[in-house]
Every structure is written in structure tokens, then in C-alpha cells.
């Protein structure tokens, strides 16, 4: 099985901050890699698919990079609805798996 | 509006069963890849079982050796999770989910509110 690792698992950031979450792979998914947003007690919620492309109706402040084993999820300027938890996905083969999570707080 | 909405969730005993269901509808649901994938209490997500392509292949995570079972009834744009031999850990929130219409390998871009199934 394809394992992701994403860190930090816990980021403490200000309205306004940039942040980058990065999700390496244990093996190479070529582009096959998702970025979901979870708030809770709400379901998650696709932001980037293929590894760099904007879900519709996503804001632009949210971009995706990386191929092979390396991805990264950036937020260019943090909002006060973005504080939520984060996770990536491969779809590159089965058992399709995600990363251990990314909770973005408030500092 | 394209929406999924599961049902059949509840508590069970260890090595009981349930099954849940999911209506699809806003969208051709035959043609569309469809997963689940659960969520346990303060956990993480994990990807269970998906049935892709137009053969229906189904495949499932390595750690339910059998004891769960996909499939669709396209007449009735549901999907299904049979879910035998339940243990404790099975218990969670289990989400219904559509792979995306540009590919089912590029992500999963629809969710349904998810069911809870509780086990003890």
C-alpha cells in the first residue's frame, strides 16, 4: 500500500499568513493526489484535484504543486474560513489511502 | 443539484451486520465511480471500498479481509455497503462518495452528510 505522509500534522497560523502543508508519497503516484478542507462535524471537501488543478468554486488562494513523491497544498493568504483540517489523497492505485491530516488553528 | 445521501447507519453488535445505502441523485449516477469512505470518532479518513469503471470492478482497503461488500443498483441510482462480522473499530461516520466526472483518478468531488454506524 502507497502511504502518505503530510507535515506538519498540527500548524498554528494568523489571518493573513501563507501556509504550506507537504504530503510525500512512499512511492511515486505521478499526479494522482487530492486535497481535501474539513471543518467539523461537516463532511470534507475536495479543493485540488490531480495534484494542481482548482476544484470549481474553490477560492484562488488555494494552489496545489508536485508530481512523483512530493506535493504541497498552499494557501496564499489565510482567511478566517480556512482554519479547518486538511488531508491529501493518492488515487494512483488500490487501496486508494490518505494522509494522516493537517489541522490549521488559529494562533 | 448534484447530491448523495446515506442511510442505514445505526448500532450493531461485534459480529453483526448492517447495510447501508446511498442515493445519488443531480447527476448519471451509472456512469460515475462511487466509494466509501469512513471516519472514525477524532480520527482521520479512510477510503474503504470504491466500485469504478464500467465493468463495476470493486475493490476494498486490505484491512476488511472480506467482511464488507460494494455494489450499485443503477436502476435505482443507489449504492450499497453489506457490512458483516462487525467489530468495534468499525465503528465511525461513513461518507458516500463520487469519483471525480473528469476521471476517478484525479479525486473525489462529491459528499454526501455521511451515516454514523456505531459497534458494541
Known amino acids: 500500500d502507497i502511504q502518505l505522509t503530510q507535515s506538519p500534522s498540527f500548524l498554528s497560523a494568523s489571518v493573513g499568513d501563507r501556509v504550506t502543508i507537504t504530503c510525500r508519497a512512499s512511492?511515486?503516484?505521478?499526479?494522482?493526489l487530492a486535497w481535501y478542507q474539513q471543518k467539523p462535524g461537516k463532511a470534507p471537501k475536495l479543493l485540488i484535484y490531480a495534484a494542481s488543478n482548482l476544484q470549481s468554486g474553490v477560492p484562488s488562494s488555494f494552489s496545489g504543486s508536485g508530481s512523483g513523491t512530493e506535493f504541497t497544498l498552499t494557501i496564499s493568504s489565510l482567511q478566517p474560513e480556512d482554519f479547518a483540517t486538511f488531508y491529501c489523497?493518492?488515487?494512483?492505485?488500490?487501496?486508494?489511502?490518505f494522509g494522516g491530516g493537517t489541522k490549521v488553528e488559529i494562533k | 443539484e448534484v447530491q448523495l445521501l446515506e442511510s442505514g447507519g445505526g448500532w450493531a453488535q461485534p459480529g453483526g451486520s448492517l447495510r447501508l445505502s446511498c442515493a445519488a441523485s443531480?447527476?448519471?449516477?451509472?456512469?460515475?465511480?462511487m466509494s466509501w469512505v469512513r471516519q472514525a470518532p477524532g480520527k482521520g479518513l479512510e477510503w474503504v471500498s470504491g466500485v469504478f469503471g464500467s465493468a463495476g470492478s470493486t475493490y476494498y482497503t486490505d484491512s476488511l479481509k472480506g467482511r464488507f461488500t460494494i455494489s450499485r443498483d443503477n436502476s435505482k441510482n443507489t449504492l450499497y455497503l453489506q457490512m458483516n462480522s462487525l467489530r468495534v473499530e468499525d465503528t465511525a461516520i461513513y461518507y458516500c462518495?463520487?469519483?471525480?466526472?473528469?476521471?476517478?483518478?484525479?479525486?473525489?468531488?462529491?459528499w454526501g452528510p455521511g451515516t454514523t454506524v456505531t459497534v458494541s
Open positions: 489523497q493518492q488515487l494512483n492505485s488500490f487501496p486508494l489511502t
Open positions: 443531480g447527476f448519471t449516477f451509472s456512469s460515475a465511480a
Open positions: 512511492q511515486g503516484i505521478t499526479s494522482y
Open positions: 462518495v463520487r469519483g471525480h466526472p473528469l476521471s476517478s483518478s484525479f479525486g473525489m468531488d462529491v
